[in-house]
């Protein structure tokens, strides 16, 4: 998990691919082994952000899925609040909106009973952007602004970041830009600091669609160069799923309906297929611009790119990203 997280990220993805059957097979293992509850809980919670990032969230849920239901992984303990968090948080990059409110919930009560700050303050975050994706707006940023209170107060930064992060989706949904623009940039920071590849392009990325609203093409291309750089040397489809999105956005900001129709069938289609969902802070971002393209280009001009961009491998996805990125173009008027 540690290795999963840092600058040896890729390293780690590449063993991992390798052994995927080995993975499978202990978690099943589990299952009737002397205490496989709780080696089932910790093997799902050591391997979660490699599922996530390769695009495979329907595996990863499903087992802490099965590890939670498990004999004997029903004990309120800190083992068992930890993975109820990871549940919770598949269901939300899922959009199962109230499904990861039940698992978060449960998390939440747990670290409220053992008295644990640093997991209280851990499930309030997406617990928010649960709350959130439902439309519950005061709900939202009563655990949004406590998760941000207590990372605070504990001054671990990694929490911190994640934290500014959670709570400047729901400033930018609002339309405070200024306000949203000053947390991201002070996770991006600290994202820096710890050295989280991970975490950078999140923080890179929400820039960027900051920057696409006020309409600076230069700043965005240049942070989105970054993420797909990040993806590809991590690995991480989740990452550059998510900056072929923003491509999408950008290229609306500059007139490109094609490319616009076309990354956003990309996109589309392969996080169909990863089960990723975009969160609601995204989506109110791209929404508008695809509007926009669908207004700009004749129905039948729109489907055909769009049905290009569905088309394509994900490898040849992120290089057409990453060349119309790299493109000179002409100052709009």
């Not at 959009?95 to 499930?123: H, M, N, P, W």
Request: aromatic fraction near 6%; include cysteine.
């Amino acid at each position: 998990r540690q290795g999963i997280k840092g600058p040896t990220q890729g390293y780690w993805m590449s063993r991992l691919d390798r052994e995927r059957d080995n993975l499978l097979s202990a978690h099943a293992w589990c299952e009737d082994a002397p205490d496989g509850a709780r080696m089932g809980l910790n093997l799902a919670r050591g391997t979660k952000l490699y599922w996530i990032n390769r695009g495979l969230l329907g595996v990863g849920h499903a087992l802490f899925v099965e590890a939670l239901r498990r004999p004997g992984a029903q004990q309120r303990d800190e083992i068992r609040c930890r993975a109820l968090f990871d549940a919770g948080q598949f269901d939300f990059y899922m959009g199962r909106y109230a499904e990861a409110q039940r698992y978060l919930e449960e998390s939440l009560a747990i670290a409220r009973e053992l008295g644990d700050k640093v997991r209280i303050a851990a499930a309030l975050q997406p617990l928010g952007m649960a709350s959130l994706g439902q439309g519950h707006f005061e709900d939202a940023r009563s655990h949004l602004e406590e998760a941000l209170a207590l990372a605070r107060d504990l001054g671990d930064k990694r929490n911190l970041a994640a934290a500014m992060n959670a709570i400047a989706q729901l400033y930018r949904v609002e339309g405070a830009l200024d306000e949203a623009e000053r947390l991201y940039e002070d996770a991006l920071a600290l994202a820096r600091e710890l050295d989280d590849s991970e975490s950078l392009a999140v923080g890179l990325l929400n820039l960027a669609m900051v920057s696409i609203c006020r309409r600076s093409e230069d700043k965005a291309r240049e942070m989105l160069l970054q993420v797909i750089a990040i993806a590809q040397a991590t690995g991480s489809q989740r990452v550059g799923l998510s900056g072929v999105e923003v491509c999408a956005g950008l290229a609306a900001l500059c007139q490109d309906w094609e490319h616009t129709a076309r990354f956003f069938g990309a996109a589309e289609a392969h996080n169909g297929s990863t089960g990723l969902h975009r969160d609601p802070a995204d989506e109110a971002f791209l929404s508008p611009l695809m509007e926009k393209c669908r207004g700009a280009l004749d129905a039948a001009a729109f489907e055909a790119e769009e049905a290009r961009g569905r088309a394509l491998a994900y490898d040849e996805v992120m290089r057409q990203a990453r060349d119309w990125l790299a493109q000179e173009r002409p100052r709009r008027r």
